[in-house]
């Protein structure tokens, strides 16, 4: 299946804020619990990542709301610990956006941090029904208003025409954003044509209606 990026919310501890805008939290947790989207994040799925120090050894960077031309700081401190993914940023509170995050934060109308990565290895667990990442690329790490997945660009549309089955079908409406219970609604509608392929048709009616939304919805977000 084809990587691509994608993100993911976890809450942090605000009070943690000093007045030169210098902040901690946790940008994502290693526990024994499925998240909203029916996944785990094993302890160690960074631990390459951040030895390569991000994306194309050129850093984690620090955004707001996930919008790559609003950069509002940088981060001092990443690492993993036995809960999970501990940061330390600080916001750059002489630029107009570095200051709003700041005043946004320090209120509580920010209380969020939202990670952005990609699936670099994955496997799924049949007794509990869901995957376990193993390996993540780490590409930033957002404070945001709502702990919120937003949708990346629906990037395996061709995987999901092209599942022959309800895991493959299943996984590839999860890897463009859907929750596991939509995804699970999603399966349930589809199984016939999942079962029944017709020669020449590049995709069942039902199956091809639910990608023309996911293409419509491909800027949304999906909150959770």
């Known amino acids: 299946m084809t990587k691509k990026y994608t993100a993911f919310p976890f809450h942090y501890d605000i009070k943690s804020i000093s007045e030169d805008g210098v902040f901690e939290g946790y940008g994502s947790l290693f526990d024994d619990e499925e998240d909203d989207y029916g996944d785990i994040i094993a302890k160690g799925a960074f631990q390459k990542t951040l030895q390569l120090n991000g994306r194309n050894r050129n850093g984690v960077a620090m955004l707001f709301q996930h919008n790559a031309n ?19 940023g600080q916001l750059a509170t002489k630029t107009t956006m570095g200051r709003d995050a700041y005043e946004l934060m320090k209120i509580g109308a920010i ?59 299943e996984n590839a409406l999860r890897e463009s954003g859907l929750s596991k219970s939509a995804s699970q609604f999603i399966v349930k509608l589809c199984r016939p044509g999942l079962r029944e392929s ?12 639910i990608l023309d939304c996911l293409k419509q919805a491909n800027q949304s977000y999906f909150i959770k």
């Open 70 to 88: 609003q950069p509002i700081g940088v981060w001092n401190e990443i690492l993993e610990d036995n809960i999970g993914l501990r940061v330390k």
């Open 198 to 209: 017709v020669p020449g048709v590049e995709s069942n009616e039902e199956l091809r209606s």
């Open 111 to 169: 209380k969020g941090l939202s990670i952005g990565y990609r699936v670099i290895v994955e496997e799924y667990n049949n007794e509990r029904e869901c995957r376990i990442l193993k390996e993540i690329e780490l590409w930033e790490i957002s404070p945001v208003t709502f702990p919120a997945k937003v949708s990346a660009n629906i990037t395996s549309i061709k995987a999901i025409e092209e599942a022959k089955t309800e895991r493959d079908l």
